[in-house]
């Protein structure tokens, strides 16, 4: 139950996105896959200022999300509280999801930073929906970029979900297929020799799905730039 400076705030935040309503840029974002539907066309960079100054408060975020307007749900993945986060409430949000930036922004800002992020990632990509399997494996890429302490074997436990999926056609789908084979390829040398095996797999499916994730993945992973990154950062780690 929110009080009545949460309340207060929250009408605030609501009344200042409406004030930046752009409708020219909600009609270019529309043109880039992103849902037109409450869409008020404010800028991230916008909608970064007033979260920040609103600060962290969880009950803020939820009022926020219910509001159903596409930047008040990008804010509400700002201000949220990572500790406070459950499983129930990632699957309530999840299945609202219409856009490939607030599936993208809510794994990056909010969801990798919970206890259960590798558990709900797994969960989701066995899921038919198209938005809700891709933050399963944008939610996985997110863990590969920025969850330094993860063992090897964490990601290698996705292989075969990434296998599996390869050679679904849908855009956000096999996008974010390829992101997360990528990520977890570039972050040491073990697992870039182990996506680099698991992406000539793909590559054998010989589906357009799986030829344009493999082909991609192959490219980057096996470059001299990402080669010499990796052996660089292997000779620092302290030997046992």
Excluded at 33 to 52: E, F, P, Q, Y
Excluded at 100 to 117: G, R, V
Aim: charged content about 25%; aromatic content about 8%.
């Amino acid at each position: 139950m929110a009080d009545i400076e949460t309340l207060n705030k929250y009408t605030g935040l609501i009344n200042s996105l409406k004030a930046l309503a752009n409708t020219d840029n909600a009609a270019g974002m529309n043109r880039f896959g992103i849902s037109s539907t409450n869409t008020l066309g404010v800028s991230v960079k916008d909608i970064r200022h007033l979260a920040k100054e609103a600060g962290h408060n969880h009950t803020l975020a939820l009022l926020l999300w219910d509001s159903g307007i596409h930047e008040a749900r990008i804010m509400a993945s700002l201000i949220a509280e990572s500790r406070k986060v459950s499983q129930t409430e990632m699957e309530s949000w999840v299945k609202d999801i219409d856009s490939w930036d607030i599936c993208d922004l809510c794994c990056n800002n909010l969801w990798s930073k919970t206890s259960f992020a590798f558990e709900q990632a797994l969960k989701w990509t066995y899921r038919p929906e198209e938005y809700i399997k891709r933050a399963g494996f944008v939610l996985l890429t997110t863990l590969a970029v920025h969850n330094k302490k993860a063992p090897d074997k964490k990601f290698i436990s996705f292989f075969p979900r990434l296998l599996a999926e390869a050679s679904d056609e849908r855009n956000y789908v096999k996008k974010a297929v390829n992101w997360a084979l990528r990520q977890i390829g570039k972050r040491n040398l073990s697992l870039n020799q182990a996506a680099i095996t698991l992406g000539e797999e793909i590559l054998a499916q010989n589906t357009r799905s799986a030829r344009f994730i493999a082909t991609d993945a192959l490219r980057e992973l096996k470059s001299p730039q990402v080669q010499k990154r990796l052996a660089i950062k292997q000779e620092k780690q302290p030997h046992s």
